[in-house]
Nanobody
Framework: QGQVRESGGGSVKAGESLRLSCAAS??????MAWFRQAPGKGREGVAG????????TYADSVKGRFTISKDSAGNTLYLQMNTLKPEDTAVYYC?????????????????????WGQGTQVTVSS
């Protein structure tokens, strides 16, 4: 049974940086991604990566500020968040997929993923 678990959230001021980590275990994942959910809003894909070729994709709102990466063993996923804005405040979730959902829906689609972490809070104050 696969498992993913996030860490690294916290409270920062606008313009500062944070790095989130996601420890993945138990399965060979085809893609992984970071999602976020702000109060009163739906869960949106922020950044995703295809494990096989390492290609990445980002939501327009974070392009140029956030970087998704994984370690060489493929067991840990990271999200480096720079120049944070108050609108980045949300619970951030790590997601992973063991099926063809990555290919059909793309890594930023919720439908692509069958494993989810519990989430970690990121709060950005102005």
């Amino acid at each position: 049974q696969g498992q993913v678990r996030e860490s690294g959230g916290g409270s920062v001021k606008a313009g500062e940086s944070l790095r989130l980590s996601c420890a993945a275990s138990g399965n060979s994942f085809k893609c992984m991604a970071w999602f976020r959910q702000a109060p009163g809003k739906g869960r949106e894909g922020v950044a995703g990566i295809l494990i096989g070729n390492g290609s990445t994709t980002y939501a327009d709102s974070v392009k140029g500020r956030f970087t998704i990466s994984k370690d060489s063993a493929g067991n840990t996923l990271y999200l480096q968040m720079n120049t944070l804005k108050p609108e980045d405040t949300a619970v951030y979730y790590c997601a992973a997929s063991t099926n063809i959902g990555c290919t059909i829906y793309g890594p930023l689609s919720r439908s692509a993923h069958n494993f989810w972490g519990q989430g970690t809070q990121v709060t950005v104050s102005s």
